[in-house]
């Protein structure tokens, strides 16, 4: 049993880059940490971790042990999850990444109530807008907009496809004026997320017609928040996905516009690890983020 605790312990360390944050995560003291971790070095004769008053990081015997002994302690989680699945709830700690606009519209509202149905399962929610490595950042669920992994071993379960609409402030179209056909985008100020794929070339359609009009940007960001404050204040129009703006839209803050011309469709993915028994509490979670978005959305999500 000590030497599970101990391995325990190094990798909560590797992977919250603290020694005190990983005692406290544990659930014992910053001395009793520290002496599991000794033990370990010591049993293995060699320097796993490095640190200065600053900073803390793995040897490269470090990394190579805490790539393997991670492996261990997930397997480990696996078994033991898949014995008492039928007699116990999920529990744990369930880690979930998705851009912040997700996060906050369907996430956090989404908890309260999932975490009565399972009150062990705990949830950290990490906010990227890039795609984080399953494997490096620890990452049992993302939501993700690409349809496709690099690595076969990832699952991908569609949550919905959505339109995304041009739209801005009733200020801006007051001083600026309606775009009524692609090409007048060009004379205006262009509110652009730049992670998307082409972000400064729109691909519009309007039946059987389609026009390509290439843009330039008033502000061009990686955030989809920051564009939508951006135009709330009059800056441009932006180009979002309308779960983004379907509120302002409907208080008048945004209004959109040539709403006769159709950008491509973006869908929406539930990804997480091929394994050969999924965890109960990714099974239950992406369950539950399926349906409560579904319901919240009403009509936003198509399948």
Aim: glycine content about 4%.
């Amino acid at each position: 049993m000590d030497r599970l605790t101990q391995i325990e312990v190094f990798v909560k360390t590797a992977e919250l880059g603290s020694l005190s944050r990983a005692a406290e995560a544990l659930g014992m003291s910053n001395a009793a940490a520290s002496r599991h971790l000794s033990a370990l070095e010591e049993r293995l004769s060699a320097r796993l971790v490095e640190r200065n008053t600053r900073r803390l990081w793995l040897t490269e015997a470090g990394q190579e042990f805490y790539q393997r002994s991670g492996t261990l302690l997930t397997e480990l989680a696996e078994a033991e999850e898949a014995v008492n699945e039928h007699t116990l709830a999920p529990q744990g700690l369930l880690r979930v990444t998705s851009s912040l606009s997700f996060a906050t519209i369907y996430l956090a509202p989404m908890l309260p109530e999932f975490r009565k149905l399972y009150p062990k399962l705990s949830v950290h929610i990490a906010v990227a807008n890039r795609y984080l490595d399953f494997i490096e950042a620890g990452i049992d669920v993302a939501i993700r907009t690409r349809l496709h992994e690099p690595d076969t071993n990832i699952i991908v379960r569609r949550l919905g496809r959505m339109h995304r609409v041009l739209a801005a402030s009733p200020a801006y179209l007051e001083e600026h004026g309606r775009p009524r056909e692609p090409a007048d985008l060009t004379r205006h100020d262009m509110l652009v997320y730049n992670l998307a794929q082409d972000p400064f070339s729109l691909r519009l359609t309007k039946g059987d017609v389609e026009r390509t009009v290439r843009i330039s940007a008033a502000l061009d960001c990686n955030d989809g928040q920051v564009i939508r404050q951006a135009a709330l204040c009059g800056l441009g129009i932006l180009i979002q996905p309308i779960y983004i703006v379907q509120g302002d839209i409907e208080a008048g803050r945004l209004v959109p516009v040539m709403q006769d011309w159709q950008l491509p469709m973006l869908t929406m993915n539930i990804a997480y690890q091929n394994r050969e028994r999924l965890p109960a509490k990714i099974r239950v979670f992406t369950d539950y983020l399926v349906n409560y978005v579904r319901q919240a959305s009403n009509s936003l999500f198509l399948r």
